[in-house]
């Protein structure tokens, strides 16, 4: 569990990473998935501590210099006089929680600080070229999106005070790698300016008041449940009672605080959807996603209350998958059965290729991994099993075909 553990500010990465399918990768914007949900969701957000989204520079408003001598303002982002949150602020900070969630790849999202150590064989997933679960939401550079936040107006303000602080961010961890997630704090902490200090890190900013409301939409376009499933739980912390988002800057000193509110008749089903998927995907049906250690501790990272309570109460997730276990099982089982049979038939394929003599490639431990659809560990355990002495640069033919051999037969 190392590989899950949460630390202060920062969600470290976990070996398991979600890829879609060459199947789930049909993605068209043109030709509609069966079942496919299109529409929008009307989303409210009420600050629960004094917000601030950085407003990009106009000569005359209130401002102040960098360390580096720019201009920087010192107002919320506005327009005509107008609050605002950007829909791409939303966008990042759902993104974030979809990437943890769905055990997504760090890709091009991953800190400089931490580059070197994601080419770890054991992270490899992180930086393929398969698309992710947010990736397949929110599209690419090649890959047009099929969701989208608009920006959400001010509809109600309150003041705050003028804030001057020095802000921290997550400091690289020796040996981890994840993402920046800033747990909920009650109340902002005092400034950490101290009398004295340089004026070149002191950040300045007028922040709207605790109270302070917006409004919203999410639009999508012909994604399936799973995918919706993913973006409603992400916003919903997967439907779990008094829990909370932050954005903006301050956050590590409890600023930007929120409440996320919106409704949606199917909302139930298209999480247990999301969380079968994940079950199938990432656990094999042996595991219950939402009883994982890595999901739990960012949910609490986000909750006042004790997570199992999440799944306790009235109406929620818990109360429907006890009311819809039977079927929720025999979908489970019927996926497994069609997941077995795809690894059996490319393992034919795969054994075909490695009986014909011609074929000469030389197999490491990593690429039989990949061709047999096995970690490398269970792999040296199976040819321990069989008394064969293996190298990890050459594997011969006959052992390889042992080892399908077997691996077939239990599929």
């Known amino acids: ?35 496919e949900y299109s529409g929008e969701i009307e989303i409210k957000i009420v600050a629960q501590t004094p917000i601030y989204i950085r407003n990009r520079y106009i000569p005359g408003e209130e401002s102040y210099k960098d ?24 966008k990042g900070m759902v993104s974030n929680i979809i990437d943890i969630l769905s ?17 770890n064989i054991e992270y490899k997933d992180h930086i393929s070229d398969s698309l992710d679960l947010t990736e397949a939401i929110f599209g690419t550079t090649e890959l047009k999106g099929r969701a989208s936040f608009s920006h959400f107006q001010a509809i109600k303000t ?37 009398i004295g200090s340089n004026e070149k890190i002191i950040t300045y ?31 919903s912390f997967h439907n779990t009672k008094e829990s909370f988002h932050n954005i903006g800057m301050g956050k590590s000193q409890g600023y930007g605080k929120i409440l996320i509110s919106f409704q ?34 960012l949910l609490e990272k986000h909750s006042f209350q ?33 997941r077995d049979k795809q690894i059996k038939d490319k393992l034919e394929v795969f054994r075909k290729k490695v009986s014909n003599p011609r074929v000469k490639i030389t197999y ?17 355990k199976i040819f321990t099993k069989l008394n064969i002495e293996v190298s990890n640069d050459n594997i011969d033919y006959d052992s390889i075909l042992k080892l399908v051999d077997i691996l077939m037969n239990e599929s």
């Open 1 to 35: 569990m190392s590989d899950e553990k949460i630390i202060s500010n920062f969600i470290s990465l976990s070996k398991k990473c979600y890829l879609l399918s060459k199947n789930d990768m049909k993605i068209s914007h043109d030709i509609p998935f069966v079942n």
């Open 306 to 338: 004790n997570v199992a309570q999440c799944f306790s109460s009235e109406d929620n997730l818990y109360d429907y998958y006890m009311a819809n276990k039977d079927t929720i099982m025999e979908k489970k089982n019927k996926l497994k059965q069609v």
């Open 158 to 194: 309150t003041e705050a005070n003028k804030v001057e602080t020095v802000l921290m961010s997550p400091a690289a961890k020796e040996n981890k790698i994840g993402w920046k997630n800033y747990p909920i704090e009650d109340s902002v902490k005092p400034s950490l300016k101290k």
């Open 67 to 90: 360390k580096s001598g720019n201009n920087i303002s010192k107002l919320f982002c506005h327009y005509k006089g107008k609050q605002y949150i950007p829909g791409s602020s939303i």
């Open 103 to 119: 055990y997504g790849k760090l890709g091009t999202k991953i800190d400089p600080n931490y580059i070197d150590r994601v080419n």
């Open 364 to 380: 490491t431990l990593e690429n039989l991994s990949k061709s047999v659809f096995l970690a490398e560990d269970e792999i040296l």
């Open 205 to 235: 900013f007028n922040p709207l008041g605790k109270g302070t409301s917006f409004k919203g939409k999410l639009r999508f376009h012909n994604l399936r449940g799973f995918e919706l499933g993913a973006i409603l739980s992400a916003l």
């Open 264 to 297: 949606y008749q199917e909302l139930n089903k298209l999480l247990q959807s999301f969380e079968e998927k994940m079950n199938i995907e990432l656990f094999e049906c042996e595991e219950e996603w939402h009883e994982s250690f890595y999901i739990k501790k």
